[in-house]
C-alpha cells in the first residue's frame, strides 16, 4: 500500500542515502535504524509527505500523496504538536479534530487514562515535562486505529518504561489488526508484528 | 469549512491565554499615534491635515509587531508539521490563520482608531471614513503578511527582515488609506480612494494566501 522507488534524499548538499525502495503491506512494521544523522528523520519525513525527496517518489495505494493521504496517515515527530497554551484534554480534542477522527468524550478520557495523564487533563500543556509531554502527544495512538499507517519518529524518546510499553502495545494491536507502522528507534523495544523489515542507513 | 472554522477558533482561544500579545499590540499603536500629536503641538488644522497619515503609519508598524509570532509559535511546538500532514488543505489552513490574525488585530486597529482621530481634532464624517478605510486595508495587512511571516520564518532577525520586506507593499495601502481621509477633508469624494484599496485587498487576497503556502511548504521541507 506504501510504496518508495528510488528515494534520495540531500540535506545542506550532503547526500544521505539514494536508491532506497520500500514496500509496505498491511502487518508490516518497518524498522528505520542508523547512527545520527544518516537520515533516519528525513526519510520520516519524505514518507509523510513533509519534505520532498532529492529524487524517487512515494505512492499509497498507488497514487502521489494528497490531501486524502492526511486521514489515513499519523505522523509524530520530534516536537509534540502539543500547545503550551491549550490543556491536555484541549490540545488531544484539537488533534481528533484536525485529522477528523471518530472518538468521543469517554475515549478522549481513556486515551489520557492510558497513558497516565488523567490527573493533568485540565492542566495546561506548559507544566508538563518532557515525557508528559511525549505522553500527551503519543495518546492520540489510542484513538488510531482506524488509520493505517503510522509514521513514529522516536516514539520511546524521553519516556518510562511503563508508557513504552503502552506504546509498543498499541502497536501491536495496530499491526494485529493489519496497520502499518515505520518507526525509528535507538532504543531496543520488541513489538510483535507479522512482518517485520529493516531498512539500515549507513550515513 | 468546519476545519477553517476549527483553525480559526484554537487561535482566538490561544489569543485569550495570552492576552497580552493582542494588548500589547494595541498599546503600541495607540501611543505610537499619540507621540504624533504630542510631538507636532497643538496647533488643530496642522494635526487634523496629518491625522489619516500618522492613524495608518501606526497600523502598519502595529501590524509589523504582531506578525512574527503568526507561525513561528506553531513552528517551534511541532503544530505547524501537523497541520501541513492533516487532511486540510494547506491554503484553508492559511486562511484560517489571516482570519484569525484580522479578528485580532486589524479589527481592534481600526475600531480603536476613531478615538485616536478624536485626539487630532477630525470632523465625525472623517472619523467615520477613517474606520472604513481601516476595515478595508487591515484584511490587506494580515493578507500580505502572512506571505511574509511564513517567507522569514525561522530566519534570524525575522522581525527586521519581516519590515524590510512588507513595508513596501504595504505602500499602496497606506497611500489610498490615507488619502481617502485627506480627500474627505478637502471636500472631494473619496470614493476613487475606497475603490482603488478594495481592488488592492482583492489582488492580496489572491496572491497573499498562495504565496504563504508556498513559504510555509519551504520552511517545513
Redesign the interface.
Known amino acids: 500500500m506504501l510504496e518508495a522507488t528510488a528515494l534520495a534524499c540531500e540535506r545542506g548538499g550532503l547526500r544521505l542515502f539514494s536508491d532506497l525502495d520500500l514496500a509496505l503491506e498491511g502487518g508490516s512494521l518497518l524498522r528505520v535504524r542508523g547512527p545520527n544523522g544518516s537520515g533516519k528523520t528525513s526519510l520520516l519525513r519524505i514518507l509523510?509527505?513533509?519534505?520532498?525527496p532529492a529524487a524517487g517518489s512515494v505512492r499509497w495505494r498507488g497514487r502521489a500523496l494528497d490531501?486524502?493521504y492526511?486521514?489515513e496517515?499519523l505522523?509524530i515527530?520530534?516536537?509534540?504538536?502539543?500547545?503550551?497554551?491549550?490543556t491536555v484534554l484541549?490540545n488531544l480534542e484539537?488533534?481528533v479534530?484536525?485529522?477528523?477522527m471518530t472518538t468521543n468524550q469517554h475515549r478522549n478520557r481513556e486515551a489520557l487514562e492510558l497513558f497516565g495523564l488523567e490527573r493533568v487533563a485540565q492542566v495546561?500543556a506548559r507544566y508538563l515535562s518532557q515525557g508528559q509531554r511525549r505522553r500527551a502527544a503519543l495518546a492520540r495512538l489510542a484513538l488510531s486505529r482506524a488509520v493505517p499507517l503510522w509514521l513514529l519518529d522516536e516514539p520511546f524518546a524521553a519516556l518510562d518504561s511503563d508508557a513504552v510499553e503502552r506504546v509498543s502495545e498499541l502497536a501491536a494491536a495496530h499491526l494485529a489488526a493489519g496497520g502499518m507502522l515505520v518507526l525509528t528507534s535507538h532504543q531496543e523495544f520488541s513489538i510483535a508484528a507479522p512482518a517485520t523489515q529493516l531498512i539500515e542507513l549507513e550515513g | 469549512m468546519a476545519?477553517f472554522a476549527?483553525l480559526v477558533r484554537?487561535d482566538l482561544?490561544?489569543a485569550l491565554?495570552?492576552r497580552g500579545d493582542i494588548v500589547n499590540v494595541l498599546v503600541f499603536f495607540v501611543i505610537v499615534a499619540s507621540l504624533f500629536a504630542l510631538g507636532v503641538g497643538p496647533e488643530p488644522n496642522q494635526l487634523r491635515a496629518m491625522a489619516a497619515g500618522v492613524v495608518w503609519v501606526a497600523a502598519l508598524l502595529a501590524a509589523m509587531l504582531s506578525l512574527p509570532r503568526l507561525f513561528a509559535?506553531?513552528l517551534?511546538?511541532?503544530?505547524l508539521?501537523?497541520?501541513?500532514?492533516?487532511?486540510?488543505?494547506v491554503l484553508v489552513v492559511v486562511a484560517a490563520k489571516i482570519a484569525a490574525h484580522w479578528l485580532l488585530t486589524g479589527l481592534p486597529l481600526a475600531l480603536v482608531a476613531p478615538l485616536i482621530g478624536l485626539q487630532y481634532h477630525l470632523p465625525a464624517n472623517a472619523l467615520g471614513l477613517l474606520l472604513v478605510s481601516l476595515l478595508i486595508g487591515t484584511p490587506v495587512l494580515s493578507l500580505l503578511g502572512a506571505a511574509g511571516a511564513a517567507l522569514v520564518l525561522g530566519a534570524r532577525g525575522a522581525g527586521v527582515l519581516l519590515g524590510l520586506l512588507l513595508l513596501p507593499l504595504y505602500v499602496p495601502v497606506l497611500v489610498f488609506g490615507a488619502g481617502a481621509v485627506t480627500a474627505a477633508l478637502a471636500g472631494i469624494d473619496p470614493g476613487a480612494h475606497l475603490s482603488l484599496l478594495g481592488a488592492f485587498l482583492a489582488v492580496s487576497s489572491l496572491v497573499g494566501p498562495w504565496a504563504a503556502c508556498a513559504a510555509l511548504r519551504v520552511a517545513?521541507?
Open positions: 509523510a509527505g513533509l519534505t520532498r490531501e486524502e492526511g486521514r496517515m505522523f515527530g520530534h516536537a509534540a504538536a502539543v500547545s503550551d497554551d491549550l484541549e484539537f488533534t479534530d484536525l485529522f477528523q495546561p | 476545519g476549527l484554537r482561544r490561544l491565554r495570552r509559535a506553531d517551534a511546538d511541532g503544530t508539521e501537523q497541520l501541513l500532514v492533516s487532511p486540510q488543505p517545513l521541507d
